[in-house]
């Protein structure tokens, strides 16, 4: 399993990529493995501003449907689009291809209290 050293981790297995005061936001390589193929990516919030660890939409798998939570509050100003017609990405590239959102954080602090690699990593028994 792939888990960057420069992007922050939650116990929810959301990832977070910072720019400036910008974050795209995804979900980590052993949150897919554990959901299996995933079929559809569902995230209606764009122009909607959502709290840390509000539901920002939701990942179908072939067997399972699962909430995603928001790592950080913010403004959800991009989808990734392609997510619609290809949401296998999130299988095949889910640090890359395969991110969510891009959001406008609220509070860039908050990002101090996310997992770093290491803790996420002993989070799963890694």
Known sequence: ?????DLKYT????????????????????AQGELGDIVYVDVEQLDEEVD????????????????LFMPVGGLVEILNERLDEEPELVNSDPYGE?????IKMADPSQVDGLLTVAQYKELIGQ
């Open 1 to 5: 399993m792939n888990f960057p050293e």
């Open 11 to 30: 116990k929810e297995h959301e990832w977070v990529r910072v720019d400036g005061e910008y974050a795209v936001i995804g979900i980590t390589d052993y």
């Open 52 to 67: 840390k660890d509000g539901v920002f939409g939701s990942v179908e798998a072939v067997k399972t449907v699962s909430d």
């Open 98 to 102: 395969g991110w969510m959102i891009k």
